[in-house]
């Protein structure tokens, strides 16, 4: 079947020339949203990145919005949704927990002659929230629009079925005392609830603290929900850290690196630092975790895999790849990362990864590296070593 939306162009705009550039590149497209063509840009590493945005099509049937009003984003995505919104004259601010959605829309808005505003305020006349799979940041989310919507306006919340959009509305409904189905199709919802005069809120920022072992030791970190495993510390980084090997004041690049948890052993082991992650939510906790525990001089980075850290170059690089993007496995960014630490390795430096046993990445990783091999498996996990 024939992609419904067209390639408009692709270009090349990744930090080097190689055979992995794909990832970086950059392309648009173009799609009929209410009653505008809207021009739009995407890449790998963005849920459904190359597929119709069929909510979007939905929150068009049903924005109202026009000229002046204020309309604040807080999942931007590709940008499509806050686009048809400037273009009917909206003053629109883009909010996303991911530095790929927020290129993208900023690409998006320039592609249909519009920009975001850069000054945020105190109160909106319409919230969109286009919802992440997790739960516990869709709650967070209402509550966010309800904080930043003045009374009598309007939240628009939108999402799959299979992402959970029914349990949102119903959060929606508990947080606004109103909410109203107002468009589906294409296993898609959106609703729509009106801000009250008068609003009860109740919860804070997410951010927590909880206690965690790994190699015999205790450690305090921070997290939140949005960040992987926010309440436990996930089996697969556990091996990871059980297994890695590190020689004091090696430079260690942790890619992925979540609420910073493996970035706080290699330190207390002597090793200098670097966290990169394409989530705001997961950089902001590194750094919490690692200034909660003392740790100096450690740089925290939001990137794209490793992309903001290609001119450099480090003797380990430690990560436990995401398989996952919005609903559906995607293994765009976990090929990428493996791409990425051979790039930023130096001859001799060594990639240290961990993936459920059913992901194979050895064939990816030989012909990267000049040797691969398990340091630990067990029943759900593998460790693996690679040499450049």
């Known amino acids: 079947m024939k992609h419904p939306e067209r390639t408009l162009s692709e270009r090349s705009e990744s930090k080097r020339e190689s055979k992995d550039a794909a990832y970086y590149r950059w392309r648009e497209f173009e799609a009929h949203i209410g009653d505008r063509l809207i021009r739009y840009a995407s890449k790998p590493g963005l849920p459904d990145w190359d597929q119709p945005d069929h909510s979007a099509r939905l929150l068009a049937q049903t924005l109202e919005v026009g000229q002046g009003d204020r309309l604040i984003d807080l999942m931007c995505g590709k940008g499509i949704v806050a686009a048809f919104a400037a273009l009917r004259g909206a ?3 883009v909010l996303d927990d991911s530095i790929i959605a927020v290129e993208a829309t900023r690409r998006t808005l320039a592609l249909n002659g519009v920009v ?6 105190s109160s909106y006349d319409a919230v969109v929230i286009s919802i992440p799979k997790n739960r516990e940041v869709v709650r967070q989310l209402i509550h966010d629009a309800a904080r930043l919507l003045r009374p009598g306006g309007r939240v628009y919340l939108a999402g799959a079925n299979r992402s959970g959009v029914k349990g949102a509305i119903d959060d929606l409904e508990s947080v606004f005392g109103n909410a109203r189905l107002s468009a589906y199709g294409k296993g898609q919802r959106v609703a729509v609830a009106t801000r009250p005069e008068s609003l009860a809120l109740e919860g804070d920022d997410g951010f927590m603290e909880i206690e965690v072992e790994a190699r015999g030791e205790l450690m305090r970190i921070v997290t939140r929900p949005g960040v992987f495993a926010y309440n436990r510390l996930d089996d697969g980084t556990r091996r990871l850290i059980e ?14 690196c979540g609420c910073g948890v493996v970035s706080l ?14 989530s705001r939510a997961a950089v ?6 690692l200034s909660l525990n003392g740790i100096q001089d450690t740089e925290v ?17 430690a990560t436990n790849p995401p398989f996952h993007q919005g609903v559906g496995a995607d293994y765009a960014v976990a090929q990428q990362f493996v791409c990425d630490a051979a790039h930023v390795l130096r001859s001799g430096g060594r990639l240290v990864l961990v993936a459920n ?8 990783m030989s ?22």
């Open 284 to 289: 902001e906790t590194a750094r919490r975790t």
């Open 357 to 364: 046993r059913f992901l194979r990445y050895e064939r990816a």
């Open 367 to 388: 012909g990267l590296f000049e040797r691969v091999r398990v340091i630990y498996e067990d029943g759900r996990f593998r460790v693996l070593e690679a040499v450049k």
């Open 243 to 256: 297994a890695m090997e590190l020689r004091a004041s090696e430079s260690l690049l942790d890619l992925g």
């Open 91 to 93: 003053e629109v601010m």
């Open 265 to 278: 052993v290699a330190a207390r082991m002597g090793n200098r630092v670097t966290c990169v992650d394409g």
């Open 116 to 121: 975001a505003s850069t000054d945020r305020i």
């Open 301 to 317: 980075i939001w990137s794209d895999c490793a992309s903001a850290v290609l001119d450099r170059q480090f003797d380990v690089v």
